[in-house]
């Protein structure tokens, strides 16, 4: 989300200057809420396609079913049973967060598996009727669920929210509190046991984004460590670890746009991380099996015109590595990649 315009809507919901009777109690179809202009970006129709680089998994695809559409799906998380999935969903990616916020659809969906495809998402709703809130990056820890707000009362401009799930649904949402928003400053996170894992540019970093952890000790978390295998001065975050805590897949730049990368905990050491999916591939998630969940997005000279849910699944057996690359479309992507920072196109991550 562009910095600017989170400073601004923060300023919007702190002072209630945005028109709160213009939200709806209604929650639109995805669908209906899509403007008419926009077309549904298939892989034949792109451009910089995303490029595997390991023979343990299949070549991506998106993923079947009712889950994506001609707006942008982004953040995905997948239980590792593999039957359900938390996304964000925001109709027109040429929107402003302000008019993400008041246009009654934008915010956190969950799909489930129907068979081999998944269904129609519902929207999760984590405010009460007439607040402003524009939710995301969903992370869910058994009953708990943790994700990023702006909001009236945020202690900065995007704070790390909680609810809790009770009968049913969603409630109990509150902020996660002055040391882990403000004096740790964490971002987008994962918890595996009694670790927290996250991204943040917070001071004694190696640059941009970091990944950083801390740990629960008697019911608290420590201050932050910085994971120093794993960064560099290039971003590296929105951060996954596998069920076992053995695994830890991120996002980095790499070639001027994301990818992601896995490391191995080798003797309780993370090893040199390995490229797995490059080219606007990020927010890795993986379910039980070893799929791979994570956001595409869809790029022209103008910016992105589209964001989809990508899975690439796991070999039962591995063959031989065969990445199919282009240096031809490999030159055209980076030329793209040098438009869009040219025109000051904000990419989601």
């Known amino acids: 989300m562009n910095v600017r315009h989170v400073l601004l809507l923060a300023v919007l919901v702190a002072t209630g200057c945005l028109n709160q009777s213009s939200l709806s109690q209604r929650v639109p179809d995805r669908m209906s809420s ?6 549904k970006m298939t892989p034949d129709m792109d451009l910089c396609p995303p490029v595997l680089h390991s023979a343990e998994w299949e070549d991506p695809v998106p993923v079947p079913g009712l889950l994506n559409t001609a707006g942008a799906e982004d953040s995905p998380f ?16 040429r929107k402003s967060p302000q008019e993400q916020l008041v246009d009654g659809v934008t915010g956190i969906y969950v799909t489930k598996k129907e068979g081999e495809v998944w269904g129609t998402a519902e ?15 969903a992370f869910i820890d058994q009953n708990m669920m943790w994700f990023c707000s702006v909001r009236h009362g945020n202690l900065r401009e995007i704070d790390i929210y909680t609810a809790e799930f009770k009968d049913g649904r969603w409630t109990s949402w509150k902020d996660a509190g002055k040391t882990l928003n403000v004096e740790y400053e964490i971002g987008e996170l994962h918890i595996c046991g009694d670790e927290l894992y996250f991204h943040s540019p917070r001071d004694g970093g190696k640059g941009e984004y970091d ?29 996954f670890l596998t069920e076992d805590g053995t695994e830890l897949w991120f996002t980095r730049t790499y070639q001027g746009s994301p990818a992601i990368f896995r490391s191995k905990r ?16 990020g927010e890795p998630t993986l379910d039980r ?14 910016g992105i015109v589209e964001a989809d849910i990508y899975v690439a699944y796991q070999k039962a057996t591995p063959g031989p590595a065969v990445t199919l690359f282009s240096p031809s479309l490999h030159k055209r992507c980076i030329t793209l990649i040098f438009l869009i920072r040219e025109s000051c196109c904000t990419v989601f991550w």
Do not use: K, M
């Not at 929207?123 to 990056?137: K, Q, S, T």
């Not at 099996?289 to 103008?302: L, P, R, S």
């Open 123 to 137: 929207r999760v709703i984590l405010e009460d009727p007439g607040e402003l809130a524009l939710d995301g990056c």
């Open 266 to 281: 080798i003797d309780g050491e993370w090893s040199e991380p390995d490229l797995i999916i490059s080219q606007f591939a």
């Open 78 to 93: 997948v239980f590792p049973e593999g039957n359900t999935l938390y996304f964000f969903f925001t109709p027109d990616v």
């Open 289 to 302: 099996a070893g799929n791979i969940y994570f956001v595409h997005h869809f790029v022209n000279e103008n």
């Open 211 to 239: 990944i950083w952890v801390c740990r629960r000790v008697d019911g608290e978390w420590q201050p932050p460590e910085n994971v120093e295998a794993v960064n560099t001065p290039e971003n590296e975050g929105w951060p």
């Open 34 to 39: 899509l403007p008419p202009d926009v077309v």
